[in-house]
């Protein structure tokens, strides 16, 4: 029909008869070590003498929906200093400003460059 042999079309898989027993090996190692991922488990594995290649533990730990913890990222610490700008909030008007400067170049090759001032707390240009 589409030029494939008839062995191909009769061809059923063998299941491998130590794959649940590996999914339980491997959810053990996971559930004792949450940081490692597929490929940590992988060679964890593989030196306890499991035939696991790494991509048969990311197939399998793909079908788990297992994976790696997600490591939160350290806070940095707030200042001390009751004017501390960079942590401070707009609460009115006039209250917190910062400014930046802007550079750009025209179409004849000078460059401009100025500075620019802006109200935190209306979003207003004071000054350019």
Avoid at 64 to 75: L, P
Avoid at 109 to 125: A, F, I, K, N, P
Wanted: aromatic share 10%; charged share 30%.
């Amino acid at each position: 029909m589409v030029d494939q042999p008839r062995s191909r079309q009769r061809f059923e898989a063998n299941s491998r008869t130590d794959e649940t027993l590996l999914v339980n090996r491997m959810l053990q190692s996971a559930k004792a070590k949450p940081w490692d991922g597929s490929r940590q488990i992988g060679w964890l594995l593989r030196t306890e003498g499991w035939r696991a290649g790494l991509s048969r533990v990311f197939r399998l730990w793909q079908r788990e929906g297992s994976t790696a913890a997600v490591k939160k990222r350290k806070r940095r610490r707030l200042s001390s200093t009751v004017n501390g700008g960079h942590r401070r909030r707009a609460e009115a008007p006039n209250d917190v400003w910062c400014w930046d400067f802007v550079f750009d170049g025209t179409v004849s090759g000078s460059q401009l460059e100025w500075l620019s001032v802006v109200d935190e707390y209306t979003r207003m240009c004071l000054a350019l």
